[in-house]
């Protein structure tokens, strides 16, 4: 498979062989359903749609309702398609942990959506010094920006400027996480370091 649905649980630390203590997170990675398979023919492209985390059909509307039904499956909380040219991989197939890790696979991305922070000053989100002292007259004026752009010309602040406004909540990447452990009886997986995201949030695993 080219890549997993799962949730985060949170953090850990294990020992490692040298005895060195790891910081590690737990994420929960499937069982996953597949729920659609796209052809070149068809869609123009190869893909597989997998589905995670079961829900209600409250909770599913009418339209998904009839897609998860052709497939097979209990209505599902997160899609999510995968870019891959599949080969016997059918309709209702879940695939778990077990199917995805194998022995050779050491390293993984993940990827999430990152805490939201609201909106924060440019000492916060971009990790500005502020003005510094308060002399020449320049009081209250410590977390501020400072200058923002040229004079009489261009009259104007340019584009990309680094200033204040809403900060996280952004799709990342983490790119070469090792994997430390798996536990295909739990569905879990332990990689090593931080995971973008808060506890119970979404994360998509690819080899």
Not at 55 to 66: D, F, Q, V
Not at 124 to 134: D, E, I, K, S, Y
């Amino acid at each position: 498979m080219p890549g997993l649905i799962g949730k985060k649980i949170g953090m850990t630390s294990v020992f490692g062989a040298d005895g060195k203590n790891i910081p590690c997170t737990v994420i929960e990675a499937g069982p996953c359903v597949v729920t659609q398979l796209r052809t070149v023919e068809k869609d123009g492209y190869s893909a597989v749609q997998l589905a995670y985390d079961e829900t209600t059909e409250k909770h599913a509307s009418a339209p998904l309702m009839g897609h998860f039904k052709k497939a097979g499956c209990a209505p599902m909380r997160k899609l999510v398609e995968f870019r891959s040219d599949f080969g016997e991989i059918g309709l209702g197939d879940k695939y778990t942990v077990a199917d995805f890790f194998s022995d050779d696979v050491k390293f993984v991305d993940v990827i999430g959506t990152s805490k939201g922070r609201g909106f924060q000053g440019v000492v916060h989100r971009h990790g500005f010094a502020g003005v510094g002292g308060q002399t020449h007259g320049q009081h209250n004026r410590l977390r501020h920006p400072g200058s923002m752009g040229a004079s009489s010309w261009p009259s104007r602040v340019l584009p990309g400027m680094r200033m204040a406004g809403h900060m996280g909540n952004e799709r990342v990447k983490v790119m070469n996480l090792q994997v430390v452990k798996v536990i295909p009886e739990h569905n879990l997986v332990v990689v090593k370091g931080s995971v973008p995201g808060a506890r119970g949030s979404y994360v998509i695993l690819e080899a």
